[in-house]
């Protein structure tokens, strides 16, 4: 299971300040936080759990290249 807050954190912004382009969350950058909150919560459980499975590995496959 994953927490529920992790996916509006990451939904607001990249923790590299700017995603990768084939980043799924890419499409809602350009919304403004109360319309991401709401595209948030019409997501289904699985669609949030891929979302953040992504994100943990691009995370570490980005930590590996500040290196």
Known sequence: MFD???IY?????CP???RKDNC???E???LLFKE????VQGLSVEK????LNRHKICSKNR???EI
Not at 36 to 39: A, I, P, Q
């Open 36 to 39: 991401k909150v709401g595209w």
């Open 28 to 30: 809602v950058d350009h």
């Open 48 to 51: 949030k759990e891929a979302i």
């Open 9 to 13: 954190g990451i939904a607001y912004r």
């Open 16 to 18: 590299y300040l700017h």
């Open 4 to 6: 529920e807050k992790d």
């Open 63 to 65: 930590e590996h290249e």
């Open 24 to 26: 799924h969350l890419k």
